[in-house]
């Protein structure tokens, strides 16, 4: 490298860009380097962060939380497929919607692939994309599945004592715009959906997810576990105050067992002391859904390994798949004829700023070069309605696919 490149690499400062030019040259860079890369934005907060990974996906058989570094932790439904993937932070910004408000340093690291991408962001952002590449794994998805059938189907199964809840899902694919832009509708999610967590993730081996997830699977700041049972769904009405929104029988039950499912775990691992606070009326985006919170002190309860132990006992965890979980995971890998992916497993940022935070990856989708392919599913339980079900996972499509092709 010449002497005057070096300068300015040392002296580039990523405060002098807005956060779509940052994020739209990370995204480009790292697709030209063939690195993955992660943003997101957590619930109620204004700071959004970016990272990429100087290496490829690191699979993990188990995931050890405290000994894994900074980074974003990916899985799919069925980890015994895929695996759980680790994006490691080598390369940090963050920011909120008005300026940066840290940075990494641009010249801190010193391998030939730490400098390609910083000098591959400086020409990025010098010269910026009218829009950024992203990494695409085209698949063909079968959406042929009558899923009112197949709600029907569960309704039978629950009725004849197989299993008292299971949660079928389905998949719609669509075009994109022609000038579909990445980091537009990120923005978009951010904006529209604060309550939810955003996020866009891109790597050569998983290619392309995008989603709002209203669902927290578990989290640790500094001593303090968490996780929530999140079920039961309705649309958001402006007029009707949330503390006022009347829950169906049906709606009632099928949080209830969410919330027996993660009292279960805690009883599997013999953990009496955690607090519940719920259940209660959340928003998330356009629905509302029934929400119980569970905290535990792992420092008061001698657990340091719990959110490792936790998330191998709850996911998948009812919401996404059913009670008791061997039975309606054998019923849909039979039924469901959908390769759900990385839809309903989990993802979110790990050991940043001393915290994690997991969420189930819901209201999501897969974005290939010309398509995208939404996701999502309902709790069936024995006083489902197979049209109203239908309906749900409609609403549901709804969160992403209103801000990819808003009404003209």
């Given amino acids: 490298m010449k002497e005057r490149e070096e300068v300015e690499l040392l002296n580039f400062d990523v ?11 990370a995204i480009q860079s790292a697709f030209d380097l063939g690195l993955p890369v992660a943003v ?44 759980n993937q680790f994006i490691k932070a080598d390369f940090h910004l963050s920011f909120d919607f008005d300026e940066v408000i840290e940075g990494s340093d ?62 079928p899902a389905r998949a719609a694919q669509f075009q994109l715009p022609q000038h579909f832009d990445p980091v537009s509708l990120f923005m978009n999610v951010c904006q529209e959906y604060t309550n939810a967590f955003a996020y866009f993730v891109s790597t050569p081996e998983i290619g392309t997810w995008m989603g709002a997830t209203p669902e927290l699977l578990l989290s640790k700041q500094q001593n303090i576990f968490k ?19 009347a829950w169906l029988q049906k709606e009632i039950e099928e949080q209830a067992l969410v919330s027996r499912y993660i009292i279960s775990c805690f009883k599997k691992i013999r953990l009496r002391e955690f607090e519940e606070r719920g259940p209660r009326t959340s928003k998330a985006g356009n629905l509302l859904h029934l929400k119980t919170t569970y905290e535990v002190d792992v420092e008061a309860t001698n657990f340091p390994e719990l959110p490792t132990v936790m998330l191998e006992l709850l996911h998948p965890t009812s919401a996404v798949a059913g009670m008791p979980k061997t039975e309606t995971l054998q019923f849909l890998s039979e039924y469901e004829g959908l390769d759900r992916a990385y839809y309903s497993g989990f993802l ?8 994690t935070n997991i969420f189930v990856n819901l209201r999501c989708m897969q974005v290939d070069k010309h398509t995208t392919t939404l996701y999502a599913g309902a709790g069936v339980t024995e006083d489902s309605v197979p049209e109203k079900e239908y309906l749900e996972t409609e ?11 808003p009404a003209s």
């Fill in 106 to 167: 641009i010249s801190s690291d010193e391998t030939a692939t730490g400098k390609a991408f910083k000098t591959q962001l400086i020409e990025r952002l010098s010269n910026p994309v009218e829009k950024p590449e992203y990494f695409s794994l085209e698949k063909a998805v079968d959406t042929s599945v009558d899923y009112k059938a197949l709600v029907q189907k569960s309704i039978d199964y629950i009725k004849s004592g197989v299993f008292e809840k299971v949660v």
């Fill in 348 to 355: 979110g940022p790990v050991n940043l700023d001393e915290q």
């Fill in 15 to 25: 405060k002098h860009f807005t956060k779509e030019a940052l994020i739209s040259a």
């Fill in 395 to 405: 609403m549901k499509f709804n969160t992403l696919r209103n801000l990819i092709y």
């Fill in 40 to 83: 997101w934005r957590l619930p109620n907060q204004n700071e959004i962060n970016l990272i990429v990974s100087f290496t490829a996906l690191k699979q993990l058989q188990r995931v050890e939380f405290p000994t894994l570094p900074k980074g974003f932790l990916i899985a799919p439904f069925e980890n015994d497929k895929k695996g």
């Fill in 227 to 245: 996780t929530v049972a999140l079920a039961g769904t309705k649309r958001f009405d402006a007029e009707t105050p949330i503390e006022e929104t």
